[in-house]
């Protein structure tokens, strides 16, 4: 059995037929999704969804991209709307230089509350970064020397010195459908070393579709592909990396397991 730890259920290209793509994955054994917003319109349809279908949890949270237009959100809204029983993480959150979409020093401020709301209610952080390596340490050190939180460093494709450091810190790594690209060379080498203990699977539907779906919109149950690549890059038994990335994501998300 799988678990999608990162999917986004109401997006355009996936929401107009959800229902049939969440059949087809449970179908491929995927047994729970992780529904991700990135905006504060998104909170009630992702907790929605996630009420409707008991294999459905929820997170939300301000994607940085998104960080201008959220300036005025208060650790009081998101502590709030954290504490619904379907919201098992907080995110995604984090930082992107790459596009600049948002006011660097907006995004950094937004980082730095979500994080003090997942201290807080001990949920785990689910954290973008792109183009942002030195500045998403900064961050992580920082908060970190404030008290522990739980945190995942989602759709990996940093440098292998950024993953090295991040796992010192104590996060976990979750790998997306990038790693079955051609040209995702170092990604694949420095994949083979996460630890096992510290490994998720995710596919980010409806973008990245792995090989062999490569063009077609990204679907949940994509996430069988990518746990089958890895755990032949691995040189593991396919039924096991599906059992210990499992078993991990319901450990980091324990609200998930209660």
């Not at 279908?53 to 809204?77: C, Y």
């Not at 090989?211 to 096991?240: I, M, Q």
Request: glycine share 6%; net charge negative.
């Amino acid at each position: 059995m799988l678990v999608d730890s990162h999917c986004h259920l109401e997006y355009e290209g996936l929401v107009e037929e959800q229902g049939e793509a969440l059949d087809r994955a449970r179908g491929e054994g995927v047994q729970a999704f992780l529904n991700i917003s990135t905006k504060r319109s998104e909170w009630a349809q992702v907790i929605g969804t996630a009420r409707a279908n008991a294999d459905i949890f929820a997170s939300v949270g301000i994607h940085p991209h998104n960080a201008d237009q959220h300036l005025d959100l208060t650790r009081d809204e998101l502590l709030d709307v954290c504490r619904d029983d379907t919201v098992i993480g907080i995110g995604e959150t984090g930082l992107d230089y790459y596009y600049d979409h948002s006011d660097r020093d907006a995004q950094r401020k937004l980082f730095r509350l979500h994080i003090d709301v997942a201290r807080d209610l001990r949920l785990p952080v689910i954290i973008h970064t792109r183009d942002a390596e030195g500045d998403t340490l900064e961050v992580l050190e920082d908060e970190l020397g404030k008290g522990r939180f739980p945190a995942l460093i989602h759709c990996f494709t940093a440098s292998a010195e950024f993953g090295e450091r991040v796992l010192a810190l104590g996060l976990s790594i979750s790998i997306s459908g990038i790693v079955t690209f051609k040209n995702a060379k170092d990604l694949q080498a420095f994949a083979k070393g996460i630890p096992q203990d510290r490994l998720l699977v995710e596919t980010d539907s409806p973008f990245l579709a792995p090989v062999p779906h490569r063009g077609r919109t990204c679907e949940p149950g994509f996430v069988r592909d990518t746990a089958k690549f890895l755990a032949d890059l691995r040189s593991e038994n396919f039924e096991d990396l599906a059992e210990y990335t499992t078993r991990n994501f319901y450990t980091l998300f324990s609200k998930a397991a209660a």
